[in-house]
């Protein structure tokens, strides 16, 4: 099985060019890369999010054994933005969040975040942030948001991207604090080096899907020098654990 815990539905929100991506690019992108299950969110992550959940809450109803619902949340909305992590678990049945402090330009470490962060706690949330080189998205502050709320479980998206080994460094020391692999560096060993750091049972296969393209970002795990054990955690058995499925 392969499970993707990080790809979008929606218009990008860079617009670095028009996108035409719908659900049925994604079943065939699937099926093409042998991908089981998807998790998704709102691409626009700054541009009417509650809506998005809508859109994202009906794909998963519609392809249940298919897609998995990220809800996106924007704490600049304040005590909407709780409401809106409430409604992702009981109206919507999404699996985890998704939060993108570079687009909504907010650092994940201010007290802004509280009140998400402990209601996404208590309804037992994976989080999943965009983590980057930028100056909202630093993997230095998730670092902070990870030591405030060790009962979280917060997921580094791109493994830091150009931050990587500041990303690496700090997921090794925080068990809470989780790496996927989508967009990560590709240089040599750098997965081995991630495995070496954080152990095998805290890095997540996905494919950022449409932003990235899947066959490198499939293969980064397919065809890296690690066990096949290593990689069937990494391709599934650690998304499984974290979304409870």
Known sequence: MIIDIHSHIGDPWYAYWKQNVD??????????????????????????PDKGN??????VRKYPDRFLGFAVINPRWYKESVEEVIKAKEEYGMVGLKFHPAA?????DIPLMDRVMEKAIELKFPMLFHCGADEYSNPHNLENLAKRFPEATI???HMGEETCFE???IAGALDNVILDTTGSQNWYRILNYALDMVGEERVVFGMDFPAY????????????DI???????????????????
Do not use: F
Not at 104 to 108: E, G, K, Q, S
């Open 54 to 59: 809508k859109v994202i809450a009906e794909v």
């Open 227 to 245: 066990t096949e054990a290593q990689r069937n955690k990494i391709m599934a058995e650690n998304a499984a654990r974290i979304l409870g499925i």
């Open 23 to 48: 659900v049925e690019d994604h079943l065939a992108s699937m099926d093409k890369w042998g991908i089981d299950k998807r998790c998704v969110s709102w691409w626009q992550a700054h541009n009417a």
């Open 104 to 108: 909504c330009h907010y650092r994940p």
């Open 155 to 157: 997921i580094m998206a």
């Open 213 to 224: 393209n899947p066959g490198p970002e499939i293969s980064k795990v397919r065809d890296a």
């Open 167 to 169: 990303a690496i460094a």
